[in-house]
């Protein structure tokens, strides 16, 4: 059967249009190969960019608050400095978790546009 087909094919010189075909599908499945590997490997830098940078911007704000503490405890005490810090930061939080829907919705709308946006 393979070698009716096989005979037919060539009888109607086809055999190199099919083989062409075949070259041209794996190229283009060797060439997605490589644009997915780019587009990870993007991703990939800019989420060890995005970590750096947060890590340094937490350390900074924990630096801060504990300089901002100190100093509020030079006034009122240092117990009521370092609780008037983490009160401030409670109060940002119950402020993130009331609007988190709303920051939510805003935040998923910002990355599908930075996703779709060519960089």
């Known amino acids: 059967m393979i070698k009716l087909k096989e005979t037919l094919l060539k009888w109607l010189k086809l055999d190199g249009l099919i083989n062409s075909l075949t070259g041209y599908a794996e190229a283009r ?3 997605l190969k490589y644009e997915i590997r780019e587009e990870v ?3 990939m830098a800019r989420f060890i960019m995005l970590l750096a940078i947060l ?3 937490a350390l900074a704000l924990l630096t801060a608050s504990v ?3 100190l100093k509020l405890g030079e006034s009122y005490g240092y117990a009521a400095g370092f609780s008037i810090t983490a009160g401030i930061y409670t109060v940002v939080l119950l402020g993130l978790l009331l609007f988190r829907n709303k ?3 805003y935040l998923e709308r910002f990355i599908k546009i930075q ?3 060519k960089k």
């Open 103 to 105: 920051l939510y919705l």
């Open 29 to 31: 499945m060797e060439l």
């Open 55 to 57: 890590t340094l911007l």
């Open 67 to 69: 300089a901002f503490s």
């Open 41 to 43: 490997a993007a991703a």
């Open 115 to 117: 996703m779709t946006q």
